[in-house]
């Protein structure tokens, strides 16, 4: 991992639960293929927003992964 990636990685993508990129990311190269079993892996989309924030947010990283 780069230093570009290690920072890019700090960013939040669920900002109601602080949910960093990185936990994320870890979760999809464990085979996490889509955005209802990420939230659920991770916890994302259960903050005060009810995900309507992060969700398009994770559904954008799912592609790019992919
Ligand atoms: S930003 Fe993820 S639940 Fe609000």
Redesign the pocket.
Known sequence: MNEQEIIEGLRT?????G?RKSVFLKQIRAGVRTVEELKKATG????????????PKIAELLKREK
């Open positions: 993508v669920c900002t109601c639960k949910i994302a989309g259960s903050g005060t927003c009810k995900g309507k924030r992060c969700t």
